[in-house]
């Protein structure tokens, strides 16, 4: 069974930094892009930041140059790295995993997600 | 970018009913499109694919059709546990885009 669970949020002050975990089971982490979405209160999901399997990286223009995303294959993780939080970054993280074979952005399973806050 | 307009926002609705939602790309994006049901402190869960396939054990009351830009998902026969907020996503273009999103609620 496909198993996806984040970890790493906390509050924060505007400004600071933190790194999110991912860790998977339950399929072959290696072969897999691998995706951060977030959902700020009452927003809709917005797609963060995707690392394939040979280490590419994209990210939302939103994001660009203050997170990083990465990946250990040999511990089936995928990191997210966020500096420079800003108030309007604060949010339920999720990562997802994509259909074998189809889109990398196509997801068939998620994770329960980890809260980020950002307050003064 | 490809922007998804999804409607209602909200939805009352009650156990039996049956339940429409619609979602709208701002440009063709095939049947490239997912719905997924998210409810607070758990993991969104995949329901359909593709905009018209079942995704494995989810419940067959859920269904999708629709290509282009125009895309309808469908709850026949409510039940209590179907009470969650329903997304759509597209994956034709780069970046994926989700819908706002339909909360629904047991009337």
């Known amino acids: 069974e496909v198993y996806l669970l984040e970890s790493g949020g906390t509050l924060v002050h505007p400004g600071g930094s933190l790194r999110l975990s991912c860790v998977a089971s339950g399929f072959t982490f290696s072969n897999y892009a691998m995706t951060w979405v977030r959902q700020a209160p ?20 939103s994001v660009k ?28 993280y999720f990562c997802a995993k994509p259909f074998r074979g189809g889109s990398m952005f196509a997801f068939d399973f998620w994770g329960p997600g980890t809260m980020v806050s950002v307050s003064p | 970018d490809i922007q998804m307009t999804q409607s209602p926002s909200s939805l ?60 309808t998902f469908t709850i026949t026969s409510l039940q209590t546990e ?7 996503q597209q994956y034709d273009n780069f ?10 609620e047991m009337k």
């Open chain 2, 12 to 71: 009352s609705a009650s156990v039996g009913d049956r339940v429409t939602i619609t979602c709208q790309a701002s440009q063709d994006i095939s049947t490239f499109l997912n719905w997924y049901q998210l409810k607070p402190g758990k993991a969104p869960k995949l329901l359909i694919y593709d905009a018209s396939n079942l995704q494995t054990g989810a419940p067959s009351r859920f269904s999708g059709s629709g290509s282009g830009t125009d895309f």
């Open chain 2, 95 to 104: 970046p994926p885009a989700f819908g706002q999103g339909t909360k629904l």
């Open chain 2, 82 to 88: 179907d009470f969650a907020t329903y997304f759509c």
């Open chain 1, 42 to 61: 009452g927003k809709r999901l917005e797609w963060v930041s995707t690392i394939t399997t040979t280490e590419t990286t994209y990210y939302a223009d």
């Open chain 1, 65 to 92: 140059g203050r997170f990083t995303i990465s990946r250990d294959n040999s511990k089936n993780t995928v990191f997210l790295q966020v500096n420079s939080l800003r108030v309007e970054d604060a949010a339920m």
